[in-house]
T-cell receptor, first 115, second 110 residues
Framework: GAVVSQHPSRVICKSGTSVKIECRSLDFQATTMFWYRQFPKQSLMLMATSNEGSKATYEQGVEKDKFLINHASLTLSTLTVTSAHPEDSSFYIC???????????FGDGTRLSIL | RKEVEQDPGPFNVPEGATVAFNCTYSNSASQSFFWYRQDCRKEPKLLMSVYSSGNEDGRFTAQLNRASQYISLLIRDSKLSDSATYLCVVRLTGANNLFFGTGTRLTVIP
């Protein structure tokens, strides 16, 4: 089945650090990639949608200058959390999809802890 | 109002029991429906899509009621390995993204 690889799986860093998370589709071309965030005991919340070669579309309340998304190829999207603060600590998950009718496949997630 | 609402549980059932989860969605333009399973501190994994006529996959049966805007998941002969959080997920017509419920926590007890 389709595989999405997300890296790193765990990050612990100091406040003010920028953190980059990579999301790769290993065996299919991901036309669209999605970035979600999940706080403890809450649902997955969509942060942004990115199409290869285009600017990402951010959901309301998500700061595009803080969460930089790059989707430069059909197999790679990156999310950079700039100047991270403790309130950014969360579980970040990417998903990828080929064509519109195909299901989303999720990465393993990145647990980000900002001290 | 949330797009998708689920009873968070927890549901604690003995092995071999049958358990059912319901989920309601608010937008009648919802087009696609899914159940995902999420283990603790892991990513969601697709369990099954939900079709209008209802569908079954082994011990799992999913039903969709468009008139009442609810979706159900029935698990028969529960196994210990079924312990997880079950997420109800919908996608709106013409939309890219998925809307997730908060999930229903199931624990199957030996």
């Amino acid at each position: 089945g389709a595989v999405v690889s997300q890296h790193p799986s765990r990050v612990i860093c100091k406040s003010g650090t920028s953190v980059k998370i990579e999301c790769r589709s290993l065996d299919f071309q991901a036309t669209t990639m999605f970035w979600y965030r999940q706080f403890p005991k809450q649902s997955l919340m969509l942060m942004a949608t990115s199409n290869e070669g285009s600017k990402a579309t951010y959901e309301q309340g998500v700061e595009k200058d803080k969460f930089l998304i790059n989707h430069a190829s059909l197999t790679l999207s990156t999310l950079t959390v700039t100047s991270a603060h403790p309130e950014d600590s969360s579980f970040y998950i990417c998903s990828a999809r080929g064509t519109e009718n195909q299901p989303q496949h999720f990465g393993d997630g990145t647990r980000l802890s900002i001290l | 109002r949330k797009e998708v609402e689920q009873d968070p549980g927890p549901f604690n059932v003995p092995e071999g029991a049958t358990v059912a989860f319901n989920c309601t969605y608010s937008n009648s333009a919802s087009q696609s429906f899914f159940w995902y399973r999420q283990d603790c501190r892991k990513e969601p994994k697709l369990l099954m899509s939900v079709y209008s006529s209802g569908n079954e996959d082994g011990r799992f049966t999913a039903q969709l009621n468009r008139a009442s805007q609810y979706i159900s998941l029935l698990i028969r002969d529960s196994k210990l390995s079924d312990s997880a959080t079950y997420l109800c997920v919908v996608r709106l017509t013409g939309a890219n993204n998925l809307f997730f419920g908060t999930g229903t926590r199931l624990t199957v007890i030996p």
